[in-house]
């Protein structure tokens, strides 16, 4: 049997961490260490708690945390059709 709700938080945790990746791995190094250090949570753990991840980017980044978002948001348009990722984005 397939879990739905796994499916979508590994999606939305690759969707992240694609996009982190793409800017540099420094990048993504910085905000996978500040996740745990604030929230004691990693990538995956975002799909439950979107905003930790969103003051992560703030705080690091700034006004630019929102190209970020952006970027994460158009890696999951194609499933914005999914209650559970629509979810996710709306709280992001």
Do not use: W
């Amino acid at each position: 049997m397939v879990d739905s709700d796994n499916i979508m938080k590994a999606l939305v945790a690759l969707a992240i961490e694609k996009v982190l990746l793409d800017i540099g791995e420094a990048v993504y190094e910085i905000v996978v260490a500040t996740l745990y250090k604030k929230y004691h949570c990693y990538i995956p753990g975002c799909y439950e708690k979107p905003e930790c991840l969103k003051a992560v980017l703030k705080e690091l980044y700034g006004t630019s945390y929102n190209e970020i978002i952006n970027s994460i948001e158009e890696q999951l348009r194609e499933f914005r059709h999914n209650k559970e990722i629509n979810v996710f984005l709306q709280t992001f």
